[in-house]
């Protein structure tokens, strides 16, 4: 048989279901990033992006979605970064919070 070359019982080409849930992963991902909990959605449509992938190349045509996966890895890593932002920024804060309170007495001073 050669490659390429479909036979009329063929089913018709479908976007891989992979594809579809790693975008609206990584759209869910990219939402909620300014609240770190966008980093496990995230995280997951990249493992489905490189799933649907292997699972594109090994269909030989019959999945379409190929295109939109540079896109999905794109999104669900600027959540990534999004969320490791806020939490650098939120250490930060605590640390400067910290460093101003070093000097003063922990209790008010009423307390013996």
Known sequence: M??????????????????????????????????????????????????????????????LGASRLPGIRRTAWAALGIAGAVVVAALLVWVVAMARSAGQEPYGGGVA
């Open 2 to 63: 050669q490659q390429g070359v479909r036979h009329p019982d063929d089913p018709e080409p479908v976007e891989s279901t992979k594809v579809v849930a790693a975008r609206m992963l990584a759209g869910v991902g990219a939402a909620l990033s300014v609240f770190v909990g966008g980093a496990v959605p995230a995280v997951i449509a990249l493992m489905l992006a490189r799933q649907a992938e292997a699972d594109i190349r090994a269909s030989e045509g019959f999945l």
